[in-house]
C-alpha cells in the first residue's frame, strides 16, 4: 500500500541518456540507420514516436515495403536492395511470407531488440533539441505511456522521423512543395493544377464471412459517391495497398493539418465502404465484413531538408554516378496530384528511368548543421526525384548509409561534410559493400586480401534439356544471357513447335549503358522457318565489344511454341515484353507531352513458382561461372553473372580462398544467391516460398584444418561471421552442405 499526501505540483521524471548516435524515427530508414551504426560499434538511442517499428510498413499502416524491383514491374534485374534491407527483406520471407503485417512488426522488434548496443524507446516523441553553435547537444523527449521524460545527450543525430522534427526543430534549411521547372530543369515538376505534394492514405482490409453482414455508416462518411471521380474503379475485390489512390491532403501542411487530414481520409474509407456495401452495386459484398481500418494515415511527402547535393529528376532519367554514390534507387518517378482521391487526373504520374539510379553522399546530411545525418523521405531532393526516392527499402539502404556513415565520422573525428571529400568517401563505399550492399557500377577492391581461388568444379552451360513442356510464343519474349568481351556469340539451338508452316524472327538486343537491362539496340537478327517440331538454330554473327548482357528476344508469333526446360540458373532469366499495371499502363513507356523522360519497352519476368526457361543447345560452351569472378568484388549479376556455381555431378561443392603467407582473419563474410530479383513485398500480398531455392541453407567453413562456422536453415544471402579472437591461416575453405532446392550459387567472401 502507497499512499501519496497531497502536494502543490509534481513533475514527471527525467531519465537522462548518453549515446554516440541518436536515431529519431523507427521507420524502416530509421531502423536500419540504428542497427548499422550498433553493429559498427556504436552506442545507440533510438526514439520512435509509435508503439511499433516500421513507419508505414507497419501493422499501423500496413503498406508494402518495395523499393528498386519495382514490384518486378520495370528493368531493373537483380536490383533488390542489400544490407541490413535486404536482410530484413529475407527475414520476413522466412517467417512471414504469408505476408501478415503484425508479424513483420514482431521481425523488426526482435532484431531491434536483440541488437548489443542499441537502446530503443518506444511511444516517444522529441520535442525539443539542445544545439552549441552549428551542433545539436541533446534532446528532449517525452513518453506518455510511463509518463517519462528522457534527455539524451549524443555526439551524432540522424534524423529519420518522416517529417523532420530534429532537423525542424534545430533550424535546418528545408523546402516543402515542388520546385519551378527552370530551378533544376526539371520537366516533370508539376504546376498548380496538378499540385505540388503527395498526400496521406488510409487502407483498410476485408474479410468474407459465412453469412450476411450488415453496415450502418456514421455520420461523418461520405454521403456522394460520385465525389470521387474514380469511384467506378471500386470493387469488392480490392483491399489494402490496392487501395494506395484513396489519397488526401496534398494542398494542406502535411504535418500540422494531419489530424483533419486524417478524419477526411475516415470519411473517405466509410464512405466507400458504404457504397460497396449498401449501394447494390456488389451483390456479392454481403458476405464481406472490414476487418481493419487504419488509425493513422500513411504519409507520403512533408519538408525536404538541403544537403549539399540536391538530387534532381536528371540524377534519376540519366542515371548519373556520382563520384560519392553510396547507394540507389530504381522506383519509377511516381509523383500524385495534390487533390488526391477528389481529382480529375490518374491516381499516379509514373515514369521509370532504364536502369537503376545512384543516390550520392552529400544528399544525406544537412548542409545547415556539423552533425545531422539526414535518410529516409528527409533527404536532400527535388519533388520530383522525391517521388521515386521516397520509397520504403530505398528509404531504408539510405538508413543504413547514414548508420555506417555516423561510425566513420566517429572513429576518425569527422563532419559529414567533411566525409563527402573525394579522397575519403571511398572508405563508406568499401565498409557499404562489405557488409553486403550493392551499389550499382561499383565493386568492392580486393574482396579476398589477396588470395588465390580453387574450386571442386566449375558449371559450364552448354546443353539445357527439354522437360516436355511448352510455351506459347504469342508475346514477345526473351533470354537474357552474358557476354564477355571479344567473345563471339556462341549459336543457340532452340526446339520449336508450330501448327502451320510460318517465320519467326529473333533479334539479338543489347542496352546503351553497362549495367542496364534496357534492350534498346539491335546487334543482329535472324529469321527461322517453323514447321510442325524440329531444332532451330539462331546464328548471330556478332562479337562484343565489352562485358554485357544481352537479350535473345523472339518476336511474338501466334501458333508457335518453344521448348522449356527444368533448369533454373542465377544469372539468366526469361522475361517477356508485359504490363505490370501496378506499376505501369502499357508494355511501353508512353511519354505523352515533354516531361524530359524515355520511352522504351518493358520486359519483365514471371514471378516464383511461373518462371520459365527455354531448353537450347550452345555451339560453343558458355562459361559464366568461373571461379575467378569469386575475386572481382561485384555482389550481383551486372554486366556478367558474377557469381560461382559448381558443377551438376559434384555431390560436395567447395570452394577454397588461399594466402601464400598466413592471413590474420578477424571476420567472414559470405555474399551468395537469393535471388534479387524477386521483389519480397512485405505484407498483404504472400509469397510462393520462405527462401528462394538457390540460397545455401547449410554450410561449413574451415580455417585450415579448423571449422570456425557451421550454418544450418539459413535463409539470407549476406552471412556474416565475427571472430571473438581473430586468428591466422593460409586458407579458408567453403563447404556446401545443402541448399534451397537447386544449384549454389556464391559472390563472393569478403575476408576482414
Known amino acids: 500500500m502507497k499512499i501519496y499526501p497531497q502536494n502543490d505540483a509534481r513533475t514527471f521524471p527525467v531519465t537522462p541518456l548518453t549515446a554516440d548516435l541518436l536515431v529519431a524515427g523507427g521507420g ?138 530534429l532537423g525542424f526543430l534545430a533550424g535546418a534549411e528545408f523546402r516543402e512543395g515542388a520546385e519551378d521547372i527552370d530551378e533544376l530543369g526539371e520537366k516533370m515538376a508539376p504546376g498548380d493544377r496538378f499540385g505540388h505534394k503527395l498526400g496521406h492514405s488510409i487502407y483498410f482490409y476485408t474479410k468474407r464471412t459465412s453469412g450476411p453482414v450488415t453496415f450502418v455508416a456514421p455520420s461523418f462518411a461520405l454521403k456522394d459517391i460520385t465525389e470521387i471521380p474514380r469511384y467506378r474503379r471500386l470493387t469488392s475485390t480490392l483491399n489494402g495497398c490496392d487501395l494506395w489512390w484513396l489519397e488526401w491532403g496534398g494542398r494542406l501542411d502535411t504535418v500540422h493539418q494531419s489530424e483533419e487530414i486524417k478524419w477526411e481520409l ?214 537474357v544471357m552474358p557476354v564477355k568481351s571479344g567473345e563471339p556469340f556462341p549459336d543457340i539451338t532452340f526446339r520449336l513447335r508450330s501448327h502451320a508452316p510460318q517465320s519467326i524472327g529473333v533479334s539479338l538486343l543489347g542496352s546503351i549503358k553497362a549495367g542496364n537491362f534496357t534492350p534498346e539496340l539491335e546487334y543482329a537478327r535472324c529469321t527461322l522457318a517453323l514447321a510442325d517440331e524440329q531444332d532451330h538454330r539462331c546464328t548471330f554473327a556478332w562479337t562484343s565489344d565489352r562485358d554485357q548482357y544481352v537479350f535473345i528476344a523472339f518476336d511474338a508469333c501466334d501458333s508457335a511454341e518453344i521448348a522449356l526446360t527444368d533448369v533454373h540458373l542465377p544469372g539468366l532469366m526469361t522475361v517477356f515484353n508485359s504490363l505490370n499495371a501496378r506499376v505501369a499502363k502499357h508494355t511501353r513507356q508512353v511519354v505523352e507531352g515533354d516531361f524530359g523522360v524515355d520511352e522504351f519497352d518493358f520486359w519483365l519476368p514471371r514471378r516464383h513458382p511461373h518462371q520459365v526457361f527455354p531448353a537450347l543447345r550452345l555451339s560453343t560452351p558458355l562459361r559464366c561461372y568461373a571461379a575467378g569472378q569469386l575475386l572481382n568484388g561485384h555482389l550481383r549479376p551486372e554486366q556478367q553473372t558474377n557469381g560461382w556455381i559448381p558443377a551438376d555431378d559434384d555431390l560436395s561443392p567447395q570452394v577454397v580462398w588461399r594466402w601464400a603467407n598466413p592471413q590474420e582473419i578477424r571476420s567472414l563474410t559470405l555474399i551468395q544467391d537469393h535471388d534479387f530479383d524477386n521483389a ?59 541448399t534451397a532446392g537447386r544449384r549454389p550459387a556464391v559472390y563472393a567472401l569478403h575476408v576482414r
Not at 122 to 145: H, M, P, W
Not at 455 to 478: H, K, Q, V, Y
Not at 684 to 706: F, K, N, S
Request: overall charge negative; some cysteine; hydrophobic content about 40%.
Open 28 to 165: 524502416l530508414a530509421g531502423l536500419c540507420a540504428a542497427l548499422a551504426a550498433a553493429r559498427d560499434g556504436l552506442n545507440v538511442v533510438l526514439i520512435q514516436d509509435r508503439p511499433v517499428l516500421g513507419g508505414n510498413a507497419s501493422s499501423e499502416v500496413r503498406l508494402w515495403a518495395n523499393g528498386a524491383t519495382s514490384h518486378m514491374g520495370n528493368n531493373n534485374r537483380w536490383a533488390r536492395e542489400g544490407g541490413i534491407m535486404g536482410e530484413i527483406m529475407e527475414e520476413n520471407l522466412w517467417r512471414n511470407k504469408e505476408g501478415n503485417p503484425v508479424m513483420f512488426d514482431l521481425v523488426l522488434l526482435d532484431l531491434a531488440k536483440s541488437q548489443t548496443g542499441l537502446t530503443l524507446l518506444l511511444n516517444t516523441a522529441v520535442y525539443d533539441v539542445e544545439k552549441q553553435g552549428s551542433r545539436i547537444t541533446a534532446v528532449s523527449a517525452f513518453n506518455a505511456i510511463n509518463e517519462t521524460f528522457y534527455h539524451v545527450q549524443a555526439g551524432q543525430f540522424c534524423d529519420a522521423t518522416g517529417d523532420g522534427v
Open 266 to 479: 475516415w470519411k473517405i474509407v466509410w464512405g466507400v465502404w458504404d457504397y460497396i456495401k449498401n449501394s447494390g452495386e456488389f451483390p456479392d459484398a454481403d458476405n464481406l465484413t472490414i476487418e481493419w481500418v487504419g488509425a493513422i494515415p500513411g504519409k507520403r511527402e512533408s519538408r525536404r531538408f538541403m544537403g549539399d547535393h540536391l538530387l534532381c529528376q536528371k540524377d534519376i532519367i540519366e542515371q548519373r554516378d556520382h563520384y560519392d554514390a553510396v547507394a540507389y534507387g530504381g522506383w519509377s518517378i511516381d509523383l500524385h496530384p495534390a487533390d488526391g482521391v477528389y481529382s480529375t487526373h490518374d491516381g499516379c504520374r509514373q515514369f521509370h528511368s532504364k536502369g537503376t539510379y545512384t543516390i550520392p553522399f552529400r544528399s544525406l546530411y544537412s548542409r545547415s548543421l556539423d552533425n545531422l545525418f539526414l535518410t529516409g523521405r528527409l533527404i536532400s531532393a527535388s519533388h520530383v526525384a522525391f517521388g521515386s526516392a521516397r520509397v520504403m527499402c530505398t528509404c531504408g539502404v539510405l538508413g543504413e548509409v547514414a548508420g555506417r556513415a555516423a561510425a566513420l565520422c566517429h572513429t576518425q573525428q569527422l563532419t559529414p561534410k567533411m566525409l563527402a571529400h573525394p579522397g575519403r568517401i571511398g572508405a563508406l563505399q568499401q565498409q557499404l559493400q562489405a557488409t553486403g550492399c550493392y551499389i550499382p557500377r561499383q565493386r568492392l577492391e580486393n574482396p579476398a586480401q589477396g588470395a588465390t581461388v580453387t574450386t571442386s568444379s566449375e558449371l559450364i552451360l552448354t546443353t539445357l534439356e527439354p522437360n516436355g513442356d511448352w510455351l506459347p510464343l504469342n508475346a514477345r519474349m526473351a533470354i
Open 680 to 738: 519480397m513485398e512485405t505484407v498483404q500480398m504472400g509469397h510462393h516460398q520462405a527462401v528462394t531455392p538457390h540460397c545455401i541453407t547449410h554450410y561449413r567453413l574451415w580455417a585450415d584444418e579448423q571449422i570456425i562456422a557451421e550454418v544450418d536453415n539459413n535463409h539470407h544471402s549476406v552471412c556474416e561471421h565475427h571472430l571473438t579472437t581473430p586468428i591466422m591461416a593460409r586458407e579458408v575453405k567453403l563447404e556446401i552442405l545443402a
